[in-house]
């Protein structure tokens, strides 16, 4: 009988065993058919917990279907080694899914803020199997739940402020709308490159090679200009102003042709755009208009801009156009 019964448990744990090899091939066809072109190897992290998960449940399932070993503590050892070796294996898989996400797919959620889902999912595992556990050996889960509310209310007042921040940089990783390596610039003034965002705040790489460091907060709070968004080319429009005696047909015509030499000669220019002039306005002192080209990044505009400037003073003055400055007229009475 006793032969009989141990045989019957060996049966079991060979039948869970292929059921745990069975799984990690519909785990490796999962990611497959995803075309997340995920090494499949890496799934063997999961398997010796799974494969000693399902050995403990096959023992329970053998031992309380036989006479042989009618034992209470047999039975309690095995329950607890069955809650430990699954939390152990739901935080592996857990584990496997947040790398993967983190390093294949784009979403930034993922991408920055990797390492703090896997601890917060690690702590929820262990939480939940600490839990059964004491259920198990009959201590009053409902009183330290309690507890465990009144501690966790307290412990989030007092960290309001960086459960704010980690909220808002799960918020915005989630929606796409800001990437690392974006160009921004805040409702503030603070402009740079996303170079890192972080559980706690957004590290901005300004122009003149300086880091700014915003909480997540109130970035999210900000009205926020992102310029690498969809696309990175944008238009660039440059305020000009001539005096009232020009021939506006003449002033177009110079100005595009300046327009498109510097574009020519400048790698930041959008080279198939073609440049335009619109009159805008009657100034105080000319007539108003603005030229109109386009940029390939936001920072280019700032080598566009100084181009232009430059060749179209040059311009004006080879050709005679004169650009006006405020006067001021003053009428003495006697």
Avoid at 131 to 149: K, R, Y
Wanted: aromatic content about 12%; proline content about 2%; charged content about 20%.
């Amino acid at each position: 009988m006793f032969l009989t019964d141990v045989a019957w448990i060996l049966f079991l744990i060979i039948v869970f065993f292929a059921i745990a090899k069975f799984l990690e091939f519909i785990f490796g066809r999962l990611f497959t058919l995803r075309e997340l072109k995920t090494d499949i190897n890496v799934l063997k992290k999961a398997e010796k917990s799974l494969i000693l998960l399902l050995s403990f449940i096959a023992l329970y399932i053998g031992v309380s279907t036989t006479a042989s070993f009618d034992m209470p503590v047999v039975f309690q050892f095995i329950k607890v080694m069955i809650i430990i070796t699954g939390a152990y294996f739901f935080i592996e898989i857990g584990n496997i899914i947040i790398e993967h996400e983190a390093r294949i797919t784009k979403r930034a959620v993922f991408n920055d803020f990797s390492n703090t889902i896997s601890k917060l999912w690690d702590l929820f595992i262990v939480i939940v199997a600490l839990t059964i556990l004491m259920s198990l050996f009959g201590i009053e889960v409902t009183a330290v739940i309690a507890s465990l509310g009144i501690a966790g209310l307290a412990i989030g007042l007092a960290l309001q402020d960086v459960l704010s921040n980690f909220f808002s940089g799960i918020s915005m990783g989630s929606d796409k709308s800001i990437r690392t390596g974006d160009y921004v610039k805040l409702d503030n003034g603070m402009e740079g490159y996303v170079d890192h965002m972080t559980w706690r705040n957004v590290r901005l790489k300004t122009l003149d090679n300086n880091y700014i460091f915003i909480p997540n907060n109130k970035f999210s709070q900000s009205a926020v200009t992102n310029y690498f968004f969809r696309e990175k080319e944008l238009s660039l429009s440059i305020p000009l102003s001539v005096s009232y005696n020009s021939d506006l047909d003449e002033v177009e015509k110079i100005t595009v042709e300046s327009a498109k030499e510097v574009i020519k000669h400048n790698l930041g220019a959008v080279q198939d755009y073609l440049p335009s002039v619109r009159y805008s306005s009657f100034g105080d002192s000319g007539i108003n208009f603005s030229l109109t080209i386009k940029c390939k990044t936001y920072v280019d505009k700032y080598l566009l801009t100084h181009e232009l400037i430059k060749t179209i003073h040059k311009k004006y003055a080879e050709v005679g156009i004169e650009i006006p400055y405020p006067t001021t007229e003053v009428h003495v009475k006697k």
